[in-house]
């Protein structure tokens, strides 16, 4: 069987098999809104936490590190790009969460790097 049909402005096309086995007989309705409903996404973010109070930045994914802004000694203001990691092909931007002075940066670039792992530690925390 075949069924035309316009949904939103869009003209689907649907063909079906009979299916005789009564535990596979699905409704045109059920098929319909399975092909048109959006899915349930399958990665659910999680929300994001503040910054560390401790100064530590870290990797939200395992990635290499592509390049370093900052050296030890450096001052930054809260927003200032530390580190970038390229993960699943995307750059990820790792900022400084507050004021302070780069007290540690544990990487360089070309490092592999895993999910939480420490890539600059900010000192000087404002209260």
């Known amino acids: 069987m075949v069924y035309e049909f316009q949904h939103q402005g869009r003209m689907y096309r649907l063909t079906m098999e009979c299916i005789s086995h009564p535990e596979h007989q699905e409704s045109l309705t059920d098929i319909l809104q399975a092909a048109l409903l959006p899915k349930a996404p399958r990665y659910t973010p ?6 560390a109070l401790d100064g530590q930045v870290t990797t939200p994914l395992p990635g290499k590190v592509v390049k370093v802004w900052v050296k ?31 007290e540690s940066l544990p990487v360089q ?12 530690v900010i000192g000087g925390a404002q209260e």
């Open 46 to 51: 999680r929300p994001c936490r503040p910054a």
């Open 72 to 102: 030890e000694g450096d001052t930054v203001k809260a927003g200032d790009l530390l580190v970038t990691v390229e993960a699943m092909k995307m750059e990820n931007e790792l900022y400084a969460p507050f004021d302070g002075v780069v």
């Open 109 to 120: 670039a070309g490092d592999l790097l895993r999910a939480g792992q420490v890539a600059a």
